[in-house]
Nanobody, 123 residues
Framework: VRLTESGGGSVQPGGSLRLACVLS????????MAWFRQAPGKERQGVAQ????????THADSVKGRFTISVDNARNTLYLQMNNLKPEDTAIYYC?????????????????WGQGTQVTVSS
């Protein structure tokens, strides 16, 4: 599965961005999908994930209430709406795809990754 991210950029604190991740055809987006991020010198962190039903989603505590993960099945696209951005949100953001429907499946793992998109939050 090929994943292509877009939507990164530079914003001031308090600003918003929307990241998009398109799955190449004929892949079906009805699977566990997720956003991760990695800041310089830090380990990769899970940001949000959503089940193949496109409804059941979880967000990391650090972004809860500010970020929202969603799916557009018609466009085969995963989104991450990021509001009230903070400097500590600065990182490269990656989308990832699983072969499992539910993210909490004990065997779940993310085998396909996008190339990443840079998000920089600075005044």
């Amino acid at each position: 599965v090929r994943l292509t991210e877009s939507g990164g950029g530079s914003v001031q604190p308090g600003g918003s961005l929307r990241l998009a991740c398109v799955l190449s055809e004929p892949a079906d987006i009805s699977r566990c999908m997720a956003w991760f991020r990695q800041a310089p010198g830090k380990e990769r962190q899970g940001v949000a994930q959503i089940d193949g039903d496109g409804v059941t989603a979880t967000h990391a505590d650090s972004v809860k209430g500010r970020f929202t993960i969603s799916v557009d099945n018609a466009r085969n696209t995963l989104y991450l709406q990021m509001n009230n951005l903070k400097p500590e949100d600065t990182a490269i953001y990656y989308c990832a795809a699983s072969t499992f429907f539910r993210c909490n499946d004990e065997n779940n793992f993310f085998g396909d990754w996008g190339q990443g998109t840079q998000v920089t939050v600075s005044s």
